[in-house]
């Protein structure tokens, strides 16, 4: 079968991490999976494939689309999408990451193609394995701590119980992201992904 995009969620291995900020794609990539296997339509299939990463096949919007996890810590994680995309023929133009953003307040997201790392490990990492900036990046916002020596450790707190309700917000929107720009292209789903705001903080305004 041919693929025609993967979509990776950034994050860290292990239960300690599971709900850290850190692990934003990993909460999202979970989402998605649990929304696929659900749905017959969506051809959810776990896929055996020795590898750092654990990689599922599914159908969304009726493109055939790869999603992982890289299981290598947010450091590494090119070398999975690396390998990935050797084995399946995905050019680095068809990849989407899902990744915390600190310069973007919980809440907001935004979607793009290419830019700079802003000194997130895991893009530098798959943009130095795949040899180019010019993968998809949804940018979920986290917000940055007070003081910049702050933020190794805010990253890797886990949400407060607010933070984890807007989270589970975000990850939902990215989902529905992802099939609008299957579906309909970039242009939507950009439109839809950079304008979103829970309905948590909307209840707030």
């Not at 290419?114 to 180019?132: A, C, P, V």
């Not at 407060?160 to 589970?168: F, K, Q, T, V």
Request: with cysteine; net charge neutral; charged share 25%.
């Amino acid at each position: 079968m041919e693929y025609k995009a993967l979509i990776a969620g950034l994050g860290n291995p292990g239960p300690e991490y599971a709900k850290t900020r850190h692990n934003i794609g990993f909460m999202t990539v979970d989402a998605l999976a649990e929304i696929a296997a659900s749905r017959k339509s969506m051809r959810y299939k776990k896929m055996d494939i020795s590898g750092d990463f654990e990689l599922f096949s599914i159908s969304l919007a009726g493109t055939n689309v790869l999603v992982t996890k890289p299981l290598t810590y947010m450091n590494l994680s090119g070398k999975a999408v690396a390998a990935i995309c050797g084995k399946f023929s995905i050019p680095v133009t068809d990849v989407y990451v899902i990744h915390d953003e600190l310069d973007l307040p919980c809440g907001r997201m935004k979607f793009k193609k290419g830019g700079g790392n802003n000194g997130h490990r895991g893009l530098e990492s798959i943009q130095g394995k795949m040899e180019s900036p010019n993968f998809f990046r949804i940018r979920i916002g986290i917000g940055r701590p007070e003081f910049s020596a702050q933020v190794k450790d805010y990253v890797l707190e886990e949400f407060n119980p607010a933070e984890l309700e807007i989270a589970g917000e975000m990850s939902a929107a990215a989902i529905k992201g992802l099939n609008l720009n299957f579906r309909r292209g970039q242009g939507p789903a950009t439109q839809f992904m950079n304008s979103f705001v829970p309905d948590v903080i909307e209840t707030e305004l």
